[in-house]
């Protein structure tokens, strides 16, 4: 009998921030201490007045204040969290939280979505081999990003062998993406919903054969008419994105642009078999608009799956809601209210490889679930481990010339630090990694009662999840699997946006 094998050893970027201080808090303290002896040396030099000092000090202690004092709400100091609080504040008043298609006006609607999804648009194109598939581009950054749509074998019916050989070589293809010079993140979405009464029943009817026994139809029309409303929809599909402008030679209209990353999906494609998934082909525009539409208004779920099965395309302009608003704590969207969260921590323990399962399987509400890695280049991942396990060592040299005792956790992550550079070594690919869950209800009653289930799978799957408070509908977005990602767009600044 094999051992099960167990997984884990991550640990957040640290770089050389002192104590549990980021990088960022470590240089404020760092100006909030040697600020005010720069401005008193300035001062007694030139001989002025030290009138201007208690002010400096008073600042000083209010950066110091909102640095280091922890907001446990959003998990970020209380300057971050008044920041955010700003931020939130700022868009409302000027009406950026709310959206409204205008579906009633004489002029013809735009092909625009709403919030952080408004500069995304569908290209349709073909792959080398001729089938239509459909990419989304980011008209701001120039980004482009394609979807496969996929079918889990599943570990249940599996040994243990096998599912180290698929899990070997998923590992495999996240260090290829570091080698793929344009793939900007990547992102495994898994979509779960209950089924209305009438899919099951309009499934088994669509495939019934005419010419089968009478006895056998009775016998499936029964049996899906039993079974109404206790099935689930549900959906993997993987989003890659590509930033074409670096490859080499540079593509120099979209033609080659478009080109580029049909290359780099088919070589990304050809491994996923191995990965223990089955390809059912890459998405295309229509593909993607019907899961928006879906998302977007869950009552018309049925209608839209309907409509796809028949062939019945919807345009980009009915891919957004009608009207939809963010709020501080949901998203409320057509005939849906929403809740999203991002991961805050990693299990800190040893799991199975069978530990999301919680999270991802089927239950009473809606859940989609966002696992996205962003890959470290190839080129960089040796400056960035080693970095990371140097920032490590000289906060140990520092505990000690101060005299601190070193804590278990401080020991632990020294060891996860190096044993991350010495994996690296050895051809492990480096990755970032984050997860948005996002549920959504019909009913605003039951928003309650899907905010516990998701907190309680999550806990079941060891992760730590955060609300995301102030910023709800780029975390919807976000869980989509569009080709956003969060801490790509804290990076935007106001000409960008």
């Given at each position: 009998m094999s051992k099960i094998r167990m997984y884990g050893g991550w640990?957040?970027?640290?770089?050389?921030?002192?104590?549990?201080?980021?990088?960022?808090?470590?240089?404020?303290?760092?100006?909030?201490?040697?600020?005010?002896?720069?401005?008193?040396?300035?001062?007694?030099?030139?001989r002025l007045r030290l009138t201007v000092m208690p002010f400096v000090l008073a600042a000083a202690a209010v950066a110091a204040v909102l640095t280091l004092v922890p907001h446990r709400g959003h998990g970020t100091s209380l300057g971050g969290a008044a920041v955010m609080w700003a931020r939130t504040l700022t868009a409302r008043r000027r009406g950026w939280t709310r959206w409204e298609a205008g579906v009633f006006s004489r002029h013809p609607r735009a092909n625009e979505l709403p919030g952080v999804l408004a500069p995304i648009i569908p290209l349709s194109t073909r792959d080398g081999l001729g089938q239509p598939y459909g990419l989304l581009w980011d008209r701001q950054t120039d980004r482009l990003t394609g979807s496969i749509r996929l079918a889990p074998v599943g570990t249940v019916l599996t040994d243990q062998d096998r599912t180290d050989l698929w899990i070997g070589a998923y590992a495999a293809w996240l260090a290829r993406l570091g080698e793929e010079p344009t793939v900007e993140w990547a992102g495994?979405?898994?979509?779960?919903?209950?089924?209305?009464?009438?899919?099951l029943a309009d499934y088994v009817d669509a495939r019934m054969d005419p010419n089968a026994p009478a006895l056998a139809r009775e016998t499936m029309a029964e049996l899906a008419q039993s079974h109404r409303g206790s099935t689930a929809d549900i959906s993997v599909r993987l989003s890659l994105t590509f930033q074409p402008a670096r490859a080499k030679p540079t593509p120099k209209d979209d033609a080659e642009?478009?080109?580029?990353?049909?290359?780099?999906?088919?070589?990304?494609e050809g491994d996923l078999p191995l990965c223990g998934v089955a390809l059912l082909g890459r998405a295309t525009a229509a593909d993607v608009t019907h899961w928006l539409r879906s998302a977007y208004d869950p009552a018309a779920r049925g209608e839209v799956g309907r409509l796809s099965e028949e062939g019945h395309l919807l345009a980009w302009a009915d891919a957004g809601p009608v009207r939809a608003e963010a709020l501080y704590d949901h998203l409320w969207h057509?005939?849906?209210?929403?809740?999203?969260?991002?991961?805050?921590?990693?299990?800190?323990?040893?799991?199975?490889?069978?530990?999301?399962?919680?999270?991802?399987?089927?239950?009473?509400?809606?859940?989609?679930?966002?696992?996205?890695c962003q890959p470290v280049p190839a080129e960089n991942a040796a400056d960035l481990v080693n970095r990371e396990a140097s920032g490590s060592t000289f906060r140990r040299m520092l505990r000690r010339r101060r005299g601190v005792d070193e804590t278990?956790?401080?020991?632990?992550?020294?060891?996860?630090?190096?044993?991350?550079?010495?994996?690296?070594?050895?051809?492990?690919?480096?990755?970032?990694?984050?997860?948005?869950?996002?549920?959504?209800?019909?009913?605003?009653?039951?928003?309650?009662?899907?905010?516990?289930?998701?907190?309680?799978?999550?806990?079941?799957?060891?992760?730590?999840?955060?609300?995301?408070?102030?910023?709800?509908?780029?975390?919807?977005?976000?869980?989509?699997?569009?080709?956003?990602?969060?801490?790509?767009?804290?990076?935007?600044?106001?000409r960008a946006r």
């Open positions: 640990r957040p970027r640290r770089g050389y921030g002192v104590g549990r201080l980021t990088e960022a808090q470590t240089a404020v303290m760092g100006a909030v201490v040697f600020a005010p002896v720069l401005v008193w040396i300035v001062l007694t030099t030139a495994i979405v898994v979509e779960s919903a209950p089924s209305s009464g009438t899919e642009r478009v080109a580029e990353v049909s290359r780099a999906m088919s070589g990304l057509d005939s849906g209210w929403s809740v999203s969260w991002a991961m805050a921590a990693l299990p800190t323990q040893l799991v199975t490889s069978t530990v999301l399962t919680p999270l991802t399987t089927p239950g009473r509400f809606h859940r989609r679930v966002a696992i996205c278990a956790r401080d020991r632990v992550d020294e060891q996860r630090a190096a044993k991350a550079a010495e994996d690296e070594a050895h051809g492990a690919g480096v990755g970032l990694w984050t997860l948005y869950v996002t549920t959504t209800v019909e009913d605003p009653a039951m928003l309650p009662d899907a905010i516990a289930d998701v907190e309680s799978r999550a806990r079941m799957a060891k992760l730590k999840l955060r609300r995301c408070w102030g910023w709800q509908h780029v975390g919807f977005a976000a869980s989509l699997g569009l080709g956003v990602y969060p801490p790509e767009l804290a990076k935007r600044g106001r």
